[in-house]
């Protein structure tokens, strides 16, 4: 299985900077393609913030772009997301995810694994 912890979640003001952190452990860290951030606030349903390949390829949400960086060490098994120009409407909870593909039973296996989540604050 794979287990993820986030952290860096806390309060920001606006205009301001956090990075979240995410760390992968468990059997199947090296069958894991894509990481991704998801973010939710009560209310609404979890939105895609941003997402980054094995090889580096990246994907952000509109609301984000611009601002928000998104990268990985895959030999550390970590992944990070960099949050500039803090606005109000990023406050959320800040969740970790990655999916991997790998054999199981001579048979593919698709896995999607997610983190307990982060809570980040921007007010003044």
């Known amino acids: 299985q794979i287990q993820l912890e986030e952290s860096g979640g806390g309060l920001g003001q606006p205009g301001g900077t956090l990075r979240l952190s995410c760390a992968a452990s468990g059997q199947y860290l090296q069958y894991i393609n894509t990481m991704s951030w998801f973010r939710q606030t009560p209310g609404k349903e979890r939105e895609l913030v941003a997402d980054?390949?094995?090889?580096?390829?990246?994907n952000y949400a509109d609301s984000v772009k611009g601002r928000f960086l998104i990268t990985r060490d895959n030999a550390k098994h970590t992944m990070s997301l960099q949050m500039n120009s803090l606005k109000p409407e990023d406050t959320a909870v800040y969740y970790c995810?990655?999916?991997?593909?790998?054999?199981?039973?001579?048979?593919?296996?698709?896995?999607?694994?997610w983190g307990q989540g982060t809570r980040v604050t921007v007010s003044s």
């Open positions: 980054i390949t094995r090889d580096g390829n990246t």
């Open positions: 995810s990655a999916e991997a593909l790998y054999w199981r039973d001579s048979t593919p296996t698709a896995l999607r694994a």
